[in-house]
């Protein structure tokens, strides 16, 4: 199975040290030997962790006479953001939604609370004082309206 760049850069950026490395070149670009001091490495240690993230697109290295400074290629970072802010935009987009429901339900019920109850999480009845009911498969059925008596099985 072929891995793509944005799976490569997400795996790269999985591990502590190449993230803490990424924040070092977003600053100046750096040697192995300049960013290795950072760390209770080897210099050897911490070129592996520069392969892995040169591998992904997001580290590139350059001659200059004798040094090889490392520096960030941002086009990478632009592919995960763009990605990341995909979801972010479908994520916003349910809960706004779930809000115009919401906003619609107290609107035709003004004894619904607009917030949901401590602790739960589950929306709660205004001026009750009754606590959010369980739910689940044994759970006892809540659905009916609590001013009007619950049916039983058989019953007309």
């Known amino acids: ?37 950072s760390y209770a490495m080897s210099v050897q240690a911490v070129s592996k962790h520069l392969k892995v993230l040169e591998e992904a697109g997001l580290v590139s290295r350059s001659r200059d ?53 401590p602790d739960t999480g589950a929306y709660t009845r205004a001026g009750t004082g009754a606590e959010p009911k369980p739910a689940g498969p044994h759970a006892p059925d809540t659905s009916s309206h609590p001013d009007r008596p619950r049916h039983t099985e058989g019953a007309p």
């Open 65 to 117: 006479a004798q040094r090889r400074p490392c520096h960030l290629e941002p086009q990478v970072f632009d592919l995960m953001t763009g990605w990341i802010e995909r979801y972010r935009r479908q994520a916003e987009a349910r809960f706004g939604r779930l809000d115009a429901v919401l906003a619609a339900m107290a609107e035709a019920d003004p004894e619904v609370d607009a917030e949901p109850g």
């Open 1 to 37: 199975m072929a891995v793509d760049q944005l799976s490569r850069a997400f795996v790269a950026l999985a591990d502590p040290t190449r993230r803490d490395i990424v924040a070092r070149l977003s600053v100046r670009d750096a040697t192995v030997g300049e960013l290795a001091e």
